[in-house]
């Protein structure tokens, strides 16, 4: 087995983190050192408006190779919740007393059960205190993932790694395993494989695979650009060191795209990874529970009639690539000289796929050319991650909208599967179904170096 992850400033950053920035739910250690517990690993898992949908995924988790896990489950509303969706959950907290027992009161609105895998821990952040507006999924992450690293810092959970999840997810036999046996140093983070798999409903299932594939997709467009970014952000196929984790403040407190905010920051002070093992299977649902993710992605697809998902001509990749190319050139020059937008000319010129002119005007426009040029002028040491620190996976995107704004308009998913010169051909089978084209983008994604540049 393989030294898990170090990080020489953890225990200082943890400290601060916990003093500071932590959720008043993290103070439960205290509860669980009392009751002489102590665990191999942990994992957090919010749950909305699930009922009993929850079952399948807790049932398929098993202890791992340090022993019994704390699974801690967040059950949670915003303030204006429907009444349906109190009362599902509601279910959901009844469903789990019937499954596993009346279990060990923790606190007015926590209790204990005894699992297969260990222990379920039940935060109820529904009945008498839900959420405020607007924080949704990101806070109830950020309760477990809080309490789990006052776990790992007090020596409560042997392993660093927080692994979160969602309540939709079906568990590996390894799920725990992959990150012991494939963690290396200084990563921040790793990601397991995922898959939708088919349920009730064979066109929610056709779009999910739809929405799987353009996920892939855009991956593989960001490492052929390049991209210290390129890797997934999906929520349930975290596993975040600890020490990281206190480095960049834990999960943001948003009601979508705390995953994408989360990765985006964690890539800054160490790598993240993707595991190679067994992969998570994602339920193909339609949801509301977040305005945008793949049950919302479901759902518009279905609404609308024909499946037809539009995303990000191949063009944007190339254009991405260009002046990812021209950032690290004058990051190893460390000087403003050539000017950037001249190095940023010369390596759209040597790429036909590329409008060099809507490149620069675009750069321009949107202050990025500035911002970087300042940067360059300022100098110093530390130059490249200030850099690409600054120009980040948020920026990357917002870059590839505002050219996909400026003419390069977005396309259908099979057109620009098709027009992808960075996607590997494969001959003999030219109509491969939904599934075959998803595992062969997905083995694309593989071997990879980790990404980040801390």
């Not at 949908?53 to 967040?74: C, D, H, N, Q, W």
């Not at 009444?83 to 027992?101: F, H, K, V």
């Not at 798999?197 to 997709?217: K, M, P």
Request: include cysteine; charge should be negative; proline fraction near 6%.
């Amino acid at each position: 087995m393989r030294k898990p992850t170090t990080y020489s400033s953890g225990e200082k950053s943890a400290r601060k983190y916990r003093a500071l920035y932590a959720e008043p739910e993290s103070a439960l250690f205290e509860k669980l050192h009392g009751l002489s517990m102590v665990f191999g690993h942990g994992l957090t898992i919010p749950c909305f408006n699930e009922g009993k949908g929850i079952t399948p995924g807790l049932r398929s988790l098993r202890p791992g190779p340090r022993g019994e896990a704390l699974i801690v489950l967040v059950v949670n509303a915003p303030g204006g919740a429907s009444p349906e969706s109190q009362a599902t959950n509601t279910r959901t907290l009844l469903g789990i007393r019937a499954d596993y027992g009346e279990g060990k009161s923790l606190g007015a609105s926590v209790r204990i059960h005894s699992h297969s895998a260990g222990k379920l821990l039940v935060i109820d952040r529904s009945s008498e205190s839900p959420l405020p507006d607007g924080q949704g999924v990101g806070l109830a992450r950020k309760i477990g993932a809080d309490l789990l690293h006052a776990l790992v810092d007090e020596g409560l959970i042997e392993s660093p790694w927080i692994h979160c999840s969602d309540a939709d997810a079906i568990f590996p036999e390894d799920y725990f395993e992959q990150t012991e046996s494939q963690s290396e140093k200084n990563e921040a983070a790793l990601l397991y494989r995922f898959r939708h798999v088919e349920g009730d409903d064979r066109n929610a299932y056709q779009a999910a695979l739809r929405y799987e594939i353009s996920l892939r997709y855009y991956v593989l467009g960001l490492r052929f650009a390049r991209s210290p970014y390129a890797f997934h952000s999906i929520g349930s196929t975290l596993a975040i060191h600890a020490n990281a984790y206190a480095r960049v403040r834990g999960f943001p407190r948003r009601e979508a795209a705390e995953d994408f905010y989360l990765l985006n920051k964690l890539a800054k002070v160490g790598s993240i990874r993707p595991l190679q093992g067994q992969a998570l299977e994602l339920s193909s649902r339609v949801s509301s529970r977040v305005p945008f993710g793949t049950g919302a992605a479901i759902r518009r697809l279905l609404e609308q009639g024909n499946l037809e998902l539009q995303t990000y001509a191949p063009g944007v990749f190339h254009a991405l690539r260009a002046w990812q190319a021209a950032l690290e050139d004058a990051c190893e020059a460390g000087s403003p000289n050539p000017p950037l937008a001249e190095l940023v000319g010369q390596h759209a010129q040597a790429d036909p796929r590329v409008d060099a002119d809507l490149l620069t005007r675009t750069l321009g426009e949107r202050g990025d050319l500035q911002a970087a040029e300042s940067m360059l002028a300022a100098g110093g040491s530390g130059l490249r991650p200030r850099i690409l620190g600054h120009f980040d996976g948020f920026r990357s995107l917002k870059l590839i909208h505002a050219l996909r704004d400026a003419g390069l308009e977005n396309m259908p998913l099979e057109a620009a599967l098709e027009e992808a010169s960075f996607l590997t051909p494969h001959e003999g089978t030219p109509s491969p179904s939904l599934e075959t084209l998803s595992e062969r983008l997905e083995a694309q994604e593989f071997p990879v170096q980790p990404l980040g540049f801390a």
